[in-house]
């Protein structure tokens, strides 16, 4: 049925020959906005920017069909007959629902319910732009069917061509003959030439029959079928496999990954894998999304391994790995989170794992934990347990289950007063059949710290002081001595500091320096703990935030005897204009006024009157440039104990970047250098290398070297990476990664490279391209 009102006009427009669907959403790169340039490389050449469909028009013919929508036509000409055909010529315009479509002429059958378009054609809904020499839409679901066509699809930034696109629905299609790619206009990288191709937007994803992959128009690769995503969401099918060298010999692996998206709150990957030497090995990921949190589970098992058979005889081949991860929000204050990892043996991370989260640890940690969390109350209970996989730590130096680990901390102030009560109770367990003496305690331990403070604070500085009694029970078994026995300290301190400051120009820049002065002085009387088993207990790193910590040890085993005072300064220079800080130096020194006297292991003690001078350095001079500088220097013996100086370079788009490193600890005689970089070779080449040299031993720790090319529609990696084994040897192996943007990639080269080289995740993140809606023109530039 037609609508009454029919608009004319006096000319027809001119036939031509159809521009092609990506030549017309096509922005060269020069064209763009200054916001979008910033996010498109530049060597990509431009981008594409669909404009806002156009909104319904007063003066349109109306036909209504079949399905219930009407279809709205509008034409410079229009001749009608009773009852038979509609003919429009000159820019002819059609719409229903959110499909669009234009071309010259048209003509509508009012008896089949044809519209046959005809000239150059192009039609438009959302994320897809179609244009051909001829179409024909039907009244049946308002179908819509071009020949000799060409596509795009905005989302997966893919164009290609085809012998005959047919619209099955506003958000279907079906492709004879297409020829597609991600590349942009003028070039094909690669290509996808499929024989039919079925597009689905509702569920994102594409199949496609008969698949031959193409190189610069080269048949490399031919596929029956294959199933690709259109946009981000999730699928189930097979992604891209990954391969690379094994540790074993000089073989390789291949893994086969399956993504299951079984719903939208949980989802599976199940990895089969080939690994020379040692056979078929699986992996399994589960990812579970409930109302109060996300649980990961992954797990790893081989039936029989012939490598590890070999070199273990008498010993199962059956080897396997798990590691499971939690974190829930109760609410109310309640929450909870897990992470247990365990496996078969103690080579099972170096010898397989590629998946889990447990990669070289000496100990595999199994924590779980509820807390609770309010103004003034934090409770936590625990179950904390390890497995030690590094067979060269002795029974002795393993660490202590906590079975369980219960904390409540209290809290409340008035005015310029605090009080304070953290309570601790643990049941410390391990095997310790072949231990003896206090190696062998177990037991409980109950600790508690209440505290009442004081302090002050304004603009010229704080001041404040407090007192704390340091008070643990003992029940211990398995040791020859009494089960129970306690352990009182009181504490006393005193902290206060000023601020000062001044303002001054240098050039057109407007800059704040401080000078910030600061006394710390704490008091604790000796007590006798030598008979004390240490279950968690360790001696503090000295640096500089610890000139201010109230006791040199972490834990409840041992509490130190202190009487010194710490003197500290600290100037810090502010860029005002640009907000941040350009420039902080500190420095501080520990003097006692009598020995320190309470040991862990021997260490701890000192009969030093003063302590090493301990200070660091921290300079941005640019927004993309920084040098820290942390260490301690020996006045006495004019020396430096230790330090730690990194610097840190990359260009705003990070195709440069440049890190230095350098490690020394006189105790451990330990003296590393690290140095990474990323260089750009050209606009799409890059260099990437790492080299970790240790200075004590004069040999190499460690190496990486690859090199990476990055286009608009594909990228590849190339790594090779020597590292230290637990043997203190080093192995070898060659990663390789590449991804066809649109379709997914191969390998775990740029994994590897994340984790060696700082900044590498800013760096990949600054160069994915802009989303569909970034690059969407604005709402007052629509499809005529």
């Not at 029940?475 to 001595?481: A, G, K, N, S, Y």
């Not at 003097?591 to 701890?604: K, P, S, W, Y």
């Not at 920084?626 to 370079?649: C, H, M, N």
């Not at 890190?659 to 105790?667: E, F, K, L, Q, V």
């Amino acid at each position: 049925m037609l609508a009454a009102s029919i608009t004319l006009a006096c000319v027809s427009a001119q036939a031509q020959e159809p521009r092609s669907a990506a030549a017309i959403d096509w922005v060269e790169w020069e064209q763009l906005p200054p916001e979008l340039q910033e996010k498109v490389p530049a060597y990509c050449g431009g981008a594409y920017r669909p404009p806002a469909l156009e909104s319904s028009s007063a003066n349109d013919v109306s036909v209504e069909e079949s399905d219930g929508r009407p279809v709205h036509i509008t034409s410079r000409e229009a001749r009608y007959r009773m009852d038979k055909t509609l003919d429009l010529s000159g820019d002819v315009r059609v719409r229903q629902g959110e499909l669009r479509a234009r071309s010259d002429r048209a003509q509508y059958n009012q008896g089949s319910g044809m519209l046959n378009l005809s000239g150059s054609v192009v039609s438009r809904a959302n994320g897809v732009l179609l244009t051909g020499n001829e179409a024909e839409a039907s009244d049946e679901g308002g179908s819509l069917t071009l020949n000799t066509a060409r596509f795009l699809l905005h989302d997966a930034h893919m164009r290609g061509s085809a012998g005959r696109i047919k619209r099955t629905g506003e958000e279907a299609m079906r492709i004879d003959q297409a020829v597609m790619t991600t590349c942009q206009p003028g070039r094909n990288d690669w290509s996808l030439a499929a024989s039919g191709v079925d597009l689905d937007q509702a569920s994102g994803f594409g199949t496609a029959r008969n698949v031959r992959l193409r190189v610069k128009d080269v048949p490399v690769l031919y596929v029956p079928w294959i199933r690709f995503p259109i946009d981000d969401r999730r699928h189930t099918g097979f992604l891209y496999p990954t391969f690379g060298s094994s540790n074993t010999g000089s073989g390789l692996f291949v893994a086969t990954p399956f993504y299951m998206n079984l719903a939208p709150h949980y989802d599976a990957t199940y990895t089969p894998q080939y690994i020379h030497g040692r056979g078929y090995f699986s992996e399994l990921e589960t990812r579970y999304l409930s109302r109060f949190g996300q649980t990961d589970v992954q797990l790893g098992f081989i039936d029989s391994d012939s490598e590890f058979e070999s070199e273990n005889p008498g010993m199962d081949g059956k080897r396997w790995g798990l590691d499971v991860t939690s974190d829930a929000d109760f609410g109310g204050g309640w929450r909870g989170d897990l992470d247990y990892a365990a496996v078969s043996d103690d080579d099972y991370s170096s010898d397989l794992n590629r998946t889990l989260d447990i990669q070289q640890n000496t100990h595999l940690r199994r924590d779980g934990r509820l807390r609770y969390s309010q103004p003034g109350v934090n409770f936590s209970a625990a179950l904390r347990g390890f497995q030690t996989i590094d067979p060269a730590i002795p029974e002795a130096s393993r660490p202590y289950n906590q079975l369980p680990r219960l904390q409540l901390d209290l809290n409340t102030s008035s005015g310029n007063w605090y009080a304070a009560q953290d309570t601790e109770y643990n049941y410390f367990w391990r095997e310790n059949g072949d231990l003896q003496g206090e190696a062998a305690a177990i037991g409980h331990r109950l600790r508690t710290r209440p505290e009442v403070g004081w302090e002050l604070r304004g603009l010229p500085g704080f001041v404040g002081t407090s007192v704390m009694l340091d008070h643990t029970q003992y029940q211990l078994d398995d040791i020859e001595r009494d089960e129970r026995f306690s352990r009182s300290v009181p504490f006393a301190d005193v902290d206060a500091g000023l601020y000062f400051d001044r303002f001054f120009d240098v050039g057109d820049s407007f800059y704040n320096q401080t000078l910030e002065p600061r006394l710390y002085y704490v008091y604790s009387p000796e007590r006798e703990q030598d008979n004390i088993p240490v279950f968690d207990t360790r001696l503090n790193s000295f640096n500089f935030n610890q000139l201010f910590a109230r006791d040199r040890f972490v834990g409840g085993d041992r509490v130190g005897d202190n009487n010194r005072l710490t003197t500290a300064l600290t100037s810090r220079v502010y860029d005002m204009d640009a907000g941040i800080e350009r420039a902080r130096v500190s420095l501080g020194q520990i003097h006692r006024f009598q020995d320190e006297e309470v040991a862990l292991n021997g260490a701890g003690t000192t009969e030093e009157r003063r302590s090493p001078y301990a200070g660091e350095l921290v300079l941005r001079p640019l927004e993309t440039m920084d040098l820290r500088v942390t260490g301690q220097w020996d006045a006495d013996e004019r020396e430096t104990v230790r330090g730690r100086s990194q610097f840190r370079f990359h260009t705003s788009d990070y195709r440069y970047l440049f890190n230095a490193g350098h490690t020394y600890d006189a105790d451990t005689d330990l003296e590393q250098s690290d140095v990474s970089t990323v260089l750009a070779l050209g606009e799409q080449t890059s260099l990437i290398g790492r080299w970790l040299y240790d200075m004590e031993n004069r040999e190499t720790a460690g190496t990486l070297l690859g090199l990476e090319y990055s286009s608009c529609c594909w990228n590849l990696q190339l790594v090779a990476q020597r590292y230290r084994t637990r043997d203190e040897g080093l192995d070898t192996r060659f990663l390789f990664q590449i991804q066809l943007l649109g379709l997914g990639g191969s390998g775990d080269a740029q994994d590897t490279a994340r984790d060696a080289i700082p900044g590498f995740d800013q760096r990949t993140a600054i160069r994915e391209r802009p989303t569909p809606e970034q690059l969407r023109r604005p709402a007052q530039e629509r499809w005529p």
